[in-house]
């Protein structure tokens, strides 16, 4: 098919691994490339055949389909290298989105890279670029944190590691666990933070919540309905970057706290940084919060 710069659609070359994005909910927000693409590909690698099924009988195609997840992406890798190897075309597919964010597909795109095989991004949806585009917080630098760690202990030592970072933060969330995360991020990053929770975004109960943390967590207890569904927290990062200073003493109340109460620590990690003992403590009673 053409491949002159502007129309380019599907490569002339064979032993090509298209990294295809589909919809995150809105079946409409297929691009016109994706479905060429996968129209003319040998082979559709999808995270789960049944669910990508579906969306290729919608687009009236009938594919050959194989199952590349979380559990079999390893074993799976040398038949994929070795299909790419002999000139078929392959279109990696997640169930929603782009594949590789917070899907599968990093570790055949490192065997691939190591092998000099050719892949050819097909750019489409992705909840975290969706929810960035609406949450009105800065976008001209951000971090994509995924999800957290479901064990709180893991989840609140992350984010104890994000409460200087100057970016926009993006993170994914279950529905059954969001309260629990949006309570941890307002004590741990400040409940005045500015953030939003994108929800089933592009589809019918598509809802933006704009707030602070403290706001949305508190929202989030009296109405059940923004606990349901698919779920993206976008949170504006600290205020301004804090010097090195500030970050050493957050590393070192952090191992103070872990032996002392927050006043003792406060007094020790002031005494030794020369910051104001007022500040000091107000951040080793915010970090002693979740200890
Ligand atoms: N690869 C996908 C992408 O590009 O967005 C993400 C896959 S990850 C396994 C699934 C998570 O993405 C969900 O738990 C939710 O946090 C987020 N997500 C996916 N679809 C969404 C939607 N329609 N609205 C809000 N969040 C969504």
Do not use: W
């Amino acid at each position: 098919m053409a491949s002159s710069a502007g129309d380019y659609i599907v490569s002339e070359q064979r032993g090509i691994l298209y990294v295809v994005a589909t919809p995150i909910g809105n079946l409409g927000d297929i691009s016109m490339r994706a479905k060429e693409v996968l129209a003319s590909v040998d082979l559709v690698a999808a995270e789960d055949t049944r669910h990508s099924r579906k969306l290729l009988t919608h687009l009236g195609l009938e594919k050959k389909l194989i199952s590349l997840h979380e559990h079999n992406e390893i074993t799976r890798i040398p038949e994929i290298i070795q299909l790419l190897a002999d000139g078929q075309c392959i279109a990696l597919i997640s169930d929603a989105g782009t594949p590789l964010l917070s899907d599968p597909g990093y570790r055949l795109l490192k065997a691939m890279r190591e092998q000099s095989l050719q892949a050819v991004p097909v750019p489409g949806p992705s909840a975290l670029t969706a929810a960035l585009s609406v949450a009105g917080l800065p976008t001209d630098r951000f971090v994509f944190e995924g999800f957290l760690p479901s064990k709180s202990i893991a989840r609140v030592g992350h984010l104890k590691s994000l409460l200087a970072e100057p970016r926009t933060m993006v993170f994914y969330e279950a529905p059954h666990r969001l309260q629990k995360t949006l309570d941890d991020m307002a004590q741990i990053l400040g409940g005045d933070r500015p953030a939003c929770l994108a929800r089933e975004l592009t589809k019918k109960f598509e809802t933006v919540y704009h707030g602070t943390l403290d706001e949305l967590a508190a929202r989030a207890k009296c109405e059940s309905d923004m606990r349901r569904g698919e779920l993206v927290i976008v949170i504006s990062g600290a205020d301004s970057a804090p010097s090195t200073l500030v970050q050493d003493v957050s590393a070192l109340l952090n191992e103070l706290l872990t032996e002392l109460p927050p006043a003792k620590a406060a007094r020790i990690a002031s005494r030794l940084s020369g910051l104001p003992r007022q500040e000091v403590y107000a951040l080793a009673t915010r970090l002693a919060g979740k200890q």
